[in-house]
């Protein structure tokens, strides 16, 4: 009896620890009805704007998101001091919970255009997938959800209606990009990945940002207080100022993306 139950406890610890969320709450044929994630054809578009074509004067778009977490001071203290424009894509769940760099923004409306990162930072794909382990909005419903509740949220906050809506994760399928079309937002894709989601080092961003050339669009993020990542975004944004680069936002010149996102 005691050998049995010995048994039993080395097959009980070598199974896999489930939370409650992930244990099955329904009987088989059921849970066989639930959509499965599949793979689905994704885009990161890009997105260039108009050239200053001044040589030594580059025009640069600066994007940030701010996804979820607080605010990184290194980088909005230094787009405030030395007066560098940014465009700031910002989520609902972010909003609530930054109230003060909100203040910020609003206080300095001459740099910062706010725009919509979405309701939940869900992707904005209208299919069920996973990109970088993340669920998909996956429904037209729910992609419109996602877009028009990051656009109220913003509202409520006191921000200006937004113009243009960027997902989480950048990536998108076609139908869903001629969902957010149709509810009349450009789509901001970028020419130059900053911080790599911010999990980047500090040096390899500051170089990465730096590199940035007359036309490009910059994603980074400012939403990573203890990342490295935003030490190195605030140090490339004091070497590109020094080289005579031309800051603007999105708002302010023309621009082009692919995949129809901005047509």
Same mark, same amino acid.
């Given at each position: 009896?005691?050998?049995? !139950?010995? %048994?039993? %406890?080395?097959?009980?610890?070598?199974?896999?620890?489930?939370?409650?969320?992930?244990?099955?709450?329904?009987?088989?044929?059921?849970?066989?009805?639930?959509?499965?994630?599949?793979?689905?054809?994704?885009?990161?578009?890009? !997105?260039?704007?108009?050239?200053?074509?001044?040589?030594?004067?580059?025009?640069?778009? !600066?994007?940030?998101?701010?996804?979820?977490?607080?605010?990184?001071?290194?980088?909005?203290?230094?787009?405030?001091?030395?007066?560098?424009?940014?465009?700031?894509?910002?989520?609902?769940?972010?909003?609530?919970?930054?109230?003060?760099?909100?203040?910020?923004?609003?206080?300095?409306?001459?740099?910062?255009?706010?725009?919509?990162?979405?309701?939940?930072?869900?992707?904005?794909?209208?299919?069920?997938?996973?990109?970088?382990?993340?669920?998909?909005?996956?429904?037209?419903?729910?992609?419109?959800?996602?877009?028009?509740?990051?656009?109220?949220?913003?509202?409520?906050?006191?921000?200006?209606?937004?113009?243009?809506?960027? &997902?989480?994760?950048?990536?998108?399928? !076609?139908?869903?990009? *001629?969902?957010?079309?149709?509810?009349?937002?450009?789509?901001?894709?970028?020419?130059?990945? *900053?911080?790599?989601?911010?999990?980047? &080092?500090?040096?390899?961003?500051?170089?990465?940002?730096?590199?940035?050339?007359?036309?490009?669009?910059?994603?980074?993020?400012?939403?990573?207080?203890?990342?490295?990542?935003?030490?190195?975004?605030?140090?490339?944004?004091?070497?590109?100022?020094?080289?005579?680069?031309?800051?603007?936002?999105?708002?302010?010149?023309?621009?082009?993306?692919?995949?129809?996102?901005?047509?």
């Amino acid at each position: 009896m005691n050998r049995i !139950l010995l %048994a039993s %406890a080395f097959l009980f610890a070598a199974l896999p620890v489930a939370s409650a969320d992930e244990l099955p709450s329904a009987p088989p044929a059921v849970r066989a009805l639930a959509p499965k994630t599949r793979e689905v054809k994704l885009v990161e578009p890009h !997105l260039h704007i108009a050239r200053s074509n001044i040589a030594g004067h580059a025009r640069i778009a !600066l994007t940030f998101d701010a996804c979820m977490g607080q605010a990184d001071e290194r980088i909005l203290s230094t787009l405030v001091r030395e007066r560098i424009p940014a465009t700031i894509f910002v989520t609902a769940r972010w909003l609530k919970h930054n109230p003060a760099a909100l203040a910020v923004f609003l206080q300095n409306p001459d740099l910062f255009e706010l725009e919509n990162h979405g309701e939940n930072h869900i992707p904005a794909v209208d299919t069920p997938t996973l990109i970088y382990g993340i669920a998909s909005a996956g429904s037209p419903q729910a992609v419109k959800q996602e877009v028009a509740g990051g656009a109220a949220a913003m509202t409520a906050a006191g921000i200006p209606a937004p113009h243009w809506f960027r &997902g989480s994760t950048a990536k998108y399928d !076609l139908s869903a990009i *001629g969902e957010i079309r149709a509810m009349g937002y450009r789509i901001a894709g970028y020419s130059v990945n *900053g911080d790599g989601g911010s999990l980047l &080092g500090a040096v390899i961003t500051e170089k990465r940002i730096a590199s940035a050339k007359d036309g490009d669009v910059v994603i980074s993020h400012v939403n990573q207080p203890t990342h490295a990542a935003g030490e190195g975004v605030a140090k490339a944004l004091v070497d590109l100022k020094m080289k005579g680069t031309e800051f603007v936002r999105l708002a302010d010149v023309e621009d082009r993306g692919d995949d129809r996102t901005t047509e």
